[in-house]
């Protein structure tokens, strides 16, 4: 049992005005939770897809099949660089995301609505990027990767786990932008 005196409620820190904002001066003590938490969670999914693409590339560059070795392969070729592409372009959506967000903490302490819809749009569609690109170099790893105990395996279902968190569906993420962005009210808190 937490005793009443030491809960606050969620809606404070979703609001970003708990009570750490008015002890500690720091611009991140101030920060909406729902606009700005899934940059925490979307992150680990960029550097787990890190380390997809290295581990793909290496295990790639000496594999063959009856003769073919799948480095030469324009097919796989293609699968790396889209993925290495998407994994770019999630790292220069979150590297902005997060700049403006602080920018704007602190400069005038708060962000728009618009401010914490696109936030959520980004998260999201960082979570849909990194999938689709686990799950691309995954399709070409061949049958091996099925077995227990294959990184790529793990590394895949960490992905699908950061992407399968509400706060990281397109599916909520994506209306909530256009509703604002057209002027509706929004169906999901951002608040």
Same mark, same amino acid.
């Given at each position: 049992?937490?005793?009443?005196? &030491?809960?606050?409620?969620?809606?404070?820190?979703?609001?970003?005005?708990?009570?750490?904002?008015?002890?500690?001066?720091? +611009? !991140? @003590?101030?920060?909406?939770?729902?606009?700005?938490?899934?940059?925490?969670?979307? #992150?680990?999914?960029?550097?787990?897809?890190?380390?997809?693409?290295?581990?793909?590339? =290496?295990?790639?560059?000496?594999? =063959?099949? &009856?003769?073919? $070795?799948?480095?030469?392969?324009?097919?796989?070729?293609?699968?790396? #660089?889209?993925?290495?592409?998407? &994994?770019?372009?999630?790292?220069?959506?979150?590297? $902005?995301?997060?700049?403006?967000?602080?920018?704007?903490?602190? +400069?005038?302490? %708060?962000?728009?609505?618009?401010?914490?819809?696109?936030? $959520?749009?980004?998260?999201?569609?960082?979570?849909?990027?990194?999938?689709? +690109?686990?799950?691309?170099?995954?399709? +070409? !790893?061949?049958?091996?990767?099925?077995?227990? %105990?294959?990184?790529?395996?793990?590394?895949?279902?960490?992905?699908?786990?950061?992407?399968?968190?509400?706060?990281?569906?397109?599916?909520?993420?994506?209306?909530? @932008? %256009?509703?604002?962005?057209?002027?509706?009210?929004?169906?999901?808190?951002?608040?």
């Amino acid at each position: 049992l937490v005793p009443e005196h &030491r809960a606050q409620a969620l809606t404070l820190f979703n609001m970003g005005t708990g009570p750490g904002g008015h002890i500690n001066p720091g +611009a !991140i @003590y101030r920060l909406p939770r729902i606009a700005t938490v899934p940059f925490s969670l979307v #992150a680990p999914a960029i550097g787990i897809l890190d380390s997809m693409i290295d581990g793909f590339t =290496a295990r790639t560059r000496e594999r =063959a099949t &009856r003769g073919f $070795r799948h480095a030469e392969l324009t097919t796989i070729q293609l699968r790396l #660089a889209e993925s290495s592409a998407e &994994r770019d372009c999630a790292r220069l959506l979150l590297r $902005r995301a997060t700049q403006e967000t602080m920018a704007r903490m602190h +400069a005038n302490g %708060g962000l728009s609505l618009d401010q914490r819809a696109r936030n $959520r749009r980004d998260m999201a569609y960082i979570a849909m990027l990194c999938v689709r +690109a686990a799950d691309r170099l995954f399709q +070409a !790893i061949g049958a091996s990767g099925l077995f227990d %105990g294959n990184d790529m395996r793990r590394m895949q279902a960490d992905i699908h786990a950061i992407g399968a968190h509400h706060i990281n569906s397109w599916d909520i993420s994506g209306p909530i @932008y %256009g509703q604002v962005a057209f002027g509706l009210e929004p169906t999901n808190p951002l608040v």
